[in-house]
């Protein structure tokens, strides 16, 4: 790419990350990925402490104080759980542990366990306190997974650091979010980002979207899956059924300011699938989306925000 980048990788959330910068900066590269483990350590149900997991532990008995940003993320976790007909459903965590999906032990469970795991699902039954920051999960059992919007608050979280340290031109790439600060220098096209082909090898891309200081999210069943029976069984779960979202889409596309804007939206936007999702996006001009469907259309919102190359999709 442009002469004079500098990247920095590191394996942490389980997925690989990638920082870019344009000066040979390792002391600030460790700082974000300190601050990314930070945020981790947070979030995370992938380990037995974090603040998240003191909640899910204390589910039907009490209620657990966490600090302000945890609560602000639930807050905002809830509240999109609870629009109408939302695919995103933020007390998935029974569902998700017990596909493990992406882990150890996978399998499709039995059809009445899943029926029963579901009703342990309801956002409502989660009580938020603003006055002390406080979190309930009504029933034992019930348990809150952040992973279809952490990684788009952590990439927030490391460009408002980075435009804090006086950097003007970076991206950070959380495995499925890049966030980007301005343009590379003598790129005034943008970043290029290149959107993978579904099921293809790391380096084949359906294409390639450049945009400027903006955030792209997918979400795609391509990444966390397992194959059984002639199906793919993936891990963005319909709420209501409790078994992976079955329709005509590989990925969804995000680009948005804020990633946790695309994170948040790539799986409302899964959830809709293509017709309701494009509708959808006519009302939201902060908003745009590339679809990518298993009958190989490529398909954009309106190019309002990027601009997109296509290559080849055979
Ligand atoms: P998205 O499509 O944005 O989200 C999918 C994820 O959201 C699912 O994996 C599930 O966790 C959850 N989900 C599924 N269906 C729904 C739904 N309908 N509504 C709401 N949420 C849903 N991975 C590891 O392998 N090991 C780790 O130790 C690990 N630690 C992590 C720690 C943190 C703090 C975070 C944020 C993620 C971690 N991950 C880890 C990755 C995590 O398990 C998810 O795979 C990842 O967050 C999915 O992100 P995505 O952008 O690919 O998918
Ligand atoms: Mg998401």
């Known amino acids: 790419m442009t002469a004079g980048v500098f990247s920095y990788s590191a394996v942490l959330m389980g997925s690989p990350i990638l920082l870019k910068l344009f000066d040979d900066n390792p002391t600030l590269a460790r700082q974000v990925f300190q601050l990314i483990k930070q945020q981790e350590n947070l979030f995370t149900v992938n380990r037995a402490e974090s603040e998240v997991m003191s909640i899910n532990q204390a589910a039907g008995h009490h209620p657990v104080v966490v600090s302000e940003p945890v609560f602000a993320l639930i807050s905002v976790a809830h509240a999109v759980s609870l629009l109408p007909e939302s ?135 391509y990444e966390r899956y397992f194959e059984l029976d002639g199906r793919c069984w993936h891990h963005i779960f319909d709420p209501q059924t409790g078994y992976p979202l079955d329709n005509e889409l590989l990925s969804v596309t995000v680009i948005s300011d804020r990633s946790i804007d695309g994170d948040i939206y790539t799986t409302l936007l899964y959830g809709m699938g293509v017709e309701q999702g494009l509708a959808y996006l006519a009302d939201q001009p902060d908003i745009d989306a590339v679809f990518v469907t298993r009958d190989r259309q490529i398909i954009c919102s309106s190019p309002r925000h990027f601009q997109f190359q296509q290559r080849d999709f055979a």
Not at 134 to 139: A, G, N, P, R, Y
Not at 186 to 203: A, N, T, V
């Open 87 to 221: 695919a995103f459903n933020f007390t998935i965590g029974p569902v998700v542990k017990r596909w493990k999906i992406g882990f150890q032990g996978r399998a499709v469970p039995p059809a009445n366990e899943i029926a029963a795991l579901l009703k342990l699902t309801d956002p409502h039954q989660v009580v938020l306190n603003s006055a002390d920051c406080s979190v309930f999960l009504q029933q034992p059992g019930m348990e809150i997974d952040l992973g279809a919007i952490a990684k788009g608050y952590i990439a927030d979280r490391v460009q408002a650091f980075l435009r804090q340290q006086g950097v003007q031109q970076a991206l950070i790439n959380l495995g499925g979010n890049v966030q980007t600060l301005g343009s590379p220098p003598h790129e005034p096209q943008g970043w290029g980002i290149g959107l993978k082909k579904p099921f293809g090898r790391d380096d084949e891309l359906l294409g390639v979207l450049q945009v400027q200081g903006k955030s792209v999210v997918t979400s795609g069943i």
